[in-house]
């Protein structure tokens, strides 16, 4: 069976990216569907590669049952926008900075925002938790959790 593979992006690939990436993972496991997904996360600058996430998601994560085990990793263009089927940006920062890493029309076509895919809430990006305290780790995964909801229903609608 050919795998969705579906790569999530913010820019320091340490908080927002890498927990899409784990409660995306985690919500096709608990479906008994994780044969049909490849899943990862890359960030667009390359400051932190190699690290494990910021220990603040870790935490935050833990504390809903998610265990972040991701390194970091700058998206690689020559090879990222033909391996994966989609490529999801958290803002429209990630977006544009995608958008000018590639110029083939196909590529472009893979480009989705994570806030696309929320059912309950209306915002129209996931914010950067990075220079924020407490809650806006809680918020980022509040807003994770009913995106990765929204878009793993959609994939299994089709
Ligand atoms: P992320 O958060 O894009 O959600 O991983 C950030 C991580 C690092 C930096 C900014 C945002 N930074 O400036 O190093």
């Known amino acids: 069976m050919k795998k969705t593979k579906i ?21 096709v496991e608990a479906k008994g569907l994780q044969e049909k997904y490849e899943i990862d996360s890359a960030g667009t600058i390359n400051s932190h590669a190699g690290e494990l996430a910021d220990e603040r998601m870790r935490n935050h994560a833990h504390k809903r049952g998610y265990t972040i085990t991701h390194r970091s990793r700058q998206i690689d263009p020559s ?10 940006g958290m803002d429209d920062r990630n977006i544009a900075t995608l958008q000018r890493l590639t110029s083939e029309k196909k590529h472009v076509a893979k480009i989705k925002k994570m806030t696309s895919y929320n059912k309950i809430f209306k915002e129209t990006s ?33």
Not at 7 to 27: D, E, H, K, W, Y
Not at 81 to 87: E, L, P, Q, S, V
Not at 138 to 149: C, F, G
Request: include cysteine.
């Open 79 to 88: 090879r990222d926008f033909d391996h994966f089927d989609m490529i999801i």
């Open 126 to 158: 996931i914010p950067d938790p990075y220079y924020g305290g407490y809650d806006g780790f809680e918020y980022v995964l509040d807003l994770l959790e009913d995106a990765t909801k929204g878009l793993l229903t959609e994939l299994e609608a089709v």
């Open 7 to 27: 790569l999530f992006v913010c820019l320091g690939n340490i908080c927002r990216s890498p927990a899409a990436q784990t409660i995306m993972q985690q919500l």
